[in-house]
């Protein structure tokens, strides 16, 4: 298993190109198995996540054509499309849910396996099935697999989604774009992720529209035709990426992703004493010499503090001068970094889902154990603005949902290098 070698403390310095969102890119490629006509997806970004998805469409009979040197593929739909999702692929990676709504539409039934919790939390299906039987599909479970099926056709229906979710939401929406008539979806996430997800849609002639803050209208349509997308930047790398420069008091133009998408995480960094200047599709970011603590930071469904930031921030706030807490309430088990932070001497106390972190630390290196993707982003952050060398184990999280993460990092002034 790989493992990184950090030498600390850097000073971010220089510009970074932001790589395409694995979060918009998951959905989109799931949303292939609807077209009959090929598409091309551009922009992808080169990570585990992704190529676990395309190795799912393969095993659907989706003829997939990857043209890794300009990081897009074609979607061919050639031979009979399989239904079932094997637990083999699923079980890796929890996004594999979101074929069971495309299946259904297109094809009328789906043997999806139940997708396995993961470190930070349960992470239950209950949300998709509810939704998707509004609209008329039929399910048991057995064997570890949800065995779905629809008589006819799916039926457009006005739904009101229980609790605000990523995953439902896009199944949701997936589910609806062939469905006979019309579907109203209520309470809906409104990740930017979403938002790409449904610009692809419609440019292929899908009829889906935002008619309120979290409602959606669709209209079921015949078919989709061919196009050929690229898919917006990672939001959570963007956000990743920030919190380096304000950590290591440095400056870095990050370019590929428009900062109004970030508008919360930005004024967060300026309350840390960040400076930040806006351009079109990119941004740049001055760190403060001295890192302010912010009193309470709550994790919030977006447009609020994203989830996903959560363990960089708490990273960024070991150096603040004084007390912060950050309070996680959206995943029920989400703070796997603390131990490790814990390790480089920083001062953390967690109280149910709250942590106080004192800040003010000196961290020195140490060995590291990454757990969760975003914890172990956490951690490389935390050992680039510690002094001494640190090693980082199982980077294979890191490599899920990050692209070329060290040389993006070593470009930039950090003193990083991969053992294989
Ligand atoms: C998406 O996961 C993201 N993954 C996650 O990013 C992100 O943390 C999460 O949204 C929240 O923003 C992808 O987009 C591929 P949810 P998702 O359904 O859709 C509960 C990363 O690092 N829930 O919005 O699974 C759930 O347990 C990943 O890239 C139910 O109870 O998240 C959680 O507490 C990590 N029942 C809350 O809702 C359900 O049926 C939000 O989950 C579904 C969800």
Excluded at 16 to 25: F, H
Excluded at 167 to 179: D, F, P
Excluded at 343 to 369: D, P, T, V, Y
Excluded at 399 to 410: A, I, P, Q, S, T
Aim: charged content about 25%.
């Amino acid at each position: 298993m790989d493992k990184f070698i950090i030498k600390g403390p850097c000073k971010i310095k220089g510009d970074v190109l932001i790589s395409g969102s694995k979060n918009a890119a998951l959905p989109i490629l799931a949303s292939t198995l609807l077209f009959d006509k090929p598409v091309e997806i551009k922009n992808l970004p080169q990570v585990k996540d992704i190529s676990t998805m395309i190795s799912l469409l393969k095993s659907l009979n989706l003829k997939v054509i990857e043209n890794k040197k300009n990081k897009s593929l074609k979607i061919i739909k050639s031979k009979r499309v399989k239904t079932v999702a094997p637990y083999s692929l699923v079980k890796t990676m929890r996004a594999s849910i979101l074929v069971l709504g495309p299946l259904l539409s297109k094809y009328k039934k789906a043997t999806t396996s139940m997708p396995g919790g993961c470190l930070i939390g349960a992470r239950p299906v209950g949300l998709h099935l509810n939704t998707l039987k509004k609209l008329g599909m039929k399910y048991n479970i057995r064997n570890g697999y949800i065995n779905a099926h629809v008589k006819n056709n799916l039926i457009g229906a006005d739904i009101k989604i229980s609790k605000i979710s990523v995953g439902t939401t896009e199944n949701a929406i997936l589910a609806s774009c062939l469905a006979k008539g019309k579907t109203v979806l209520r309470n809906c996430a409104i990740e930017p992720e979403i938002k790409d997800l449904t610009n692809f849609l419609n440019k292929a002639g899908a009829n889906i529209k935002w008619t309120g803050k979290r409602t959606v209208k669709i209209i079921g349509v015949e078919s989709l035709k061919s196009i050929s997308y690229s898919v917006m930047g990672d939001r959570i790398e963007t956000g990743t990426m920030a919190i380096a420069a304000a950590l290591t008091n440095g400056n870095l133009k990050i370019k590929g992703f428009n900062p109004k998408l970030i508008n919360t995480e930005l004024e967060i960094l300026k309350k840390i004493g960040a400076k930040i200047i806006n351009g079109k599709n990119e941004f740049t970011i001055y760190g403060p010499k001295q890192v302010k603590n912010i009193k309470n930071l709550n994790t919030k469904e977006y447009p609020g503090f994203p989830t996903d930031l959560q363990a960089q921030f708490m990273t960024l706030l070991c150096k603040a001068n004084g007390r912060s807490i950050i309070t996680e309430n959206i995943f029920e088990n989400r703070f796997m970094h603390v131990s490790e932070l814990q390790r480089l001497g920083a001062k953390i106390f967690i109280k149910n889902n709250k942590a106080i972190i004192e800040g003010n630390s000196h961290l020195e290196g140490a060995e590291l154990m990454s757990s969760d993707l975003r914890a172990s982003v956490a951690l490389v952050l935390a050992a680039m603005s510690a002094k001494g060398k640190s090693i980082i184990q199982r980077v294979y999280h890191l490599d899920r949902g990050y692209e070329k993460l060290e040389k993006k990092l070593k470009k930039i002034g950090v003193n990083i290098k991969r053992l294989t």
